[in-house]
């Protein structure tokens, strides 16, 4: 699997968009979309929510595992992918496209997101 | 996501310090791009692509796993069927020759060490198949018990390797490569025979709900019998199967697993399964005087009634999650998981007996510290048409 070189990425194995307007896109990645197998079930932060770095804004239940869904920045949610909701099988088939979670407009981010190939290195591990 | 790797069912199992045991197919599970998770010490396919399709296709058409962890012990002897009727719970003198029983094995005070499949392979040879990760517990407690029967336990986990052909399209598939009277092979039974050239005794049997066949081999065979399975059932949408599939068939056939539905802490009786127990067979067998105890208790005073919950939501119920109703804690879930067949979360759960009824109302379960609403169901969830 390759992972875009236009997105940074978390620890926490999101991934966050380039930034327009002060908006990001954020999903999780294929490496851990892997890991999870089928995801089933997906609660997102709803729009108007605020999201802190690190901490967790939702869910993803897949047949073997729930796992918390953690906001790689802090903001604002402007928008939720109602489409994902609606067919959580998205993170599996497209996680850096069709299946991204959710939008939110940044006032923080921590210093340590990692570059593509950095995060490609963390999961070589 | 930092919990994803903390997975509940097969993934989660207490890693052992020593390296994992790998099965005689470990080489192709990998070239066929599989994911590996450690179970009871054996490094094991989890799955291969979408667990979900694979669950589908063994209800629809057929799947192939690799169950090599699974631990054969042969007991011989002219005292051997003696002494399965000392150690086991159930009357294994009834056994036909090339037939096969569910059984379980109790401690003294009636709790449940495993559960087990007994094989009755010739006039005095027997072989009993537990789970991976009690094989050594079931091997040590027949070795033990054996002491003054005229009997030879013989630990034979390294002699096998098993491979299990799952689903309806399985009798066509397998016939294609043996000769061996698959018609005439019962549900619960094995015979010796010859599949794709080399030697197996093929077994009815299977833990997924649908018609199939165990197949157990010679390690150096189970590589060309996987790729001829593969090649026969190539046409009829056979596809490879790992352990996280098989979990949600067995969860769905409403099949318990050691560690979630049984435990040592469990007997025959609490566990709904007091049919495996045989108090009419002649003789003493460990556990009798508990188990006799523990059927009367369950007569005056039911214990916790394992049932399905189906729940109206889509959050999934895990095992340990506590079942509610009206603020109380009224039990606790043993395995849970999407049901692909059903496409609704699905459960299986001890519930105190006034809780326990299909149709009782109010029964939720708490997932991280919601109470959602699940409908009591009987089990299984799933059944075949036949």
Not at chain 1, 27 to 36: D, K, P, R, V
Not at chain 2, 202 to 208: C, E, S, V
Request: glycine content about 10%; charged content about 20%; proline content about 6%.
């Amino acid at each position: 699997m390759s992972n875009p070189q236009q997105l940074r990425y978390s620890k926490e194995h999101e991934w966050l968009s380039a930034v327009e307007d002060g908006v990001a896109t954020i999903g999780i990645t294929e490496h851990a979309a892997n890991a999870l197998g089928d995801v089933v079930f997906v609660q997102l932060p709803e729009v108007g929510d605020t999201v802190t770095a690190g901490e967790s804004c939702g869910e993803l239940e897949s047949t073997k595992s729930v796992s918390d869904l953690y906001a790689p920045v802090t903001g604002e949610v402007v928008a939720a992918n109602q489409d994902v909701v609606d067919d959580p099988s998205l993170v599996n088939s497209a996680p850096f496209e069709g299946g991204w979670l959710f939008k939110v407009r940044i006032t923080g981010e921590p210093d340590d997101l990692l570059s593509a190939d950095e995060y490609t290195a963390f999961t070589a591990g | 996501m930092p919990v994803m790797f903390s997975a509940s069912g097969p993934g989660s199992h207490v890693h052992m310090s020593t390296t994992p045991r790998l099965t005689a197919l470990d080489a192709l599970h990998r070239s066929l791009g599989a994911t590996m998770t450690d179970f009871a010490g054996w490094d094991m396919p989890l799955r291969y692509g979408s667990e979900r399709d694979e669950h589908n296709a063994v209800r629809t058409r057929a799947g192939l796993f690799d169950l090599s962890h699974m631990g054969e012990i042969t007991v011989t002897g002219p005292q051997a069927v003696d002494l399965l009727d000392f150690a086991l719970v159930g009357n294994m003198s009834t056994i036909g020759n090339g037939r096969a029983r569910y059984t379980m094995i109790c401690r003294e005070d009636g709790g449940i060490l495993d559960d087990l499949i007994v094989y009755r392979l010739g006039e005095t040879e027997y072989m009993v198949v537990a789970n991976a990760s009690n094989a050594q517990v079931v091997l040590d407690a027949l070795t033990e018990r054996a002491a003054g029967f005229d009997a030879e336990v013989r630990d034979d986990r390294d002699a096998y390797a098993l491979l299990a052909v799952q689903g309806p399209e399985s009798p066509g598939i397998l016939k294609k490569l043996t000769d061996a009277d698959l018609d005439g092979l019962k549900y619960y039974a094995g015979l010796p025979g010859t599949v794709a050239g080399v030697p197996a005794l093929i077994a009815r049997t299977g833990y997924t709900g649908e018609d199939g066949f165990e197949l157990f081999l010679k390690p150096e065979h189970a590589e060309g019998v996987w790729r001829a399975l593969t090649e026969a059932g190539a046409d009829a949408g056979l596809i490879p199967c790992g352990l996280s599939c098989r979990d949600t068939l067995r969860l769905e056939a409403g099949m318990p697993l050691y560690g979630h539905e049984l435990t040592t802490a469990l007997t025959p009786f609490d566990a709904g399964l007091s049919r495996v127990v045989k108090f009419e067979k002649p003789g003493d067998f460990v556990g009798r005087k508990a188990l006799e105890a523990a059927a009367e208790r369950a007569e005056t005073a039911p214990p916790r009634k394992l049932v399905g919950l189906v729940a109206a939501g889509r959050r999934v119920p895990r095992a340990g999650m506590a079942v509610v109703a009206n603020g109380e804690v009224v039990g606790e879930v043993t395995s849970g998981a999407p049901s692909p067949t059903l496409g609704e979360p699905i459960a299986m759960a001890y519930v105190d007996a006034a809780h326990a009824t299909p149709g009782t109302e109010g029964v939720g379960v708490d997932i991280r510290g919601t109470h959602e609403p699940y409908a009591v169901v009987a089990l299984p969830f799933y059944k075949r048409q036949k």
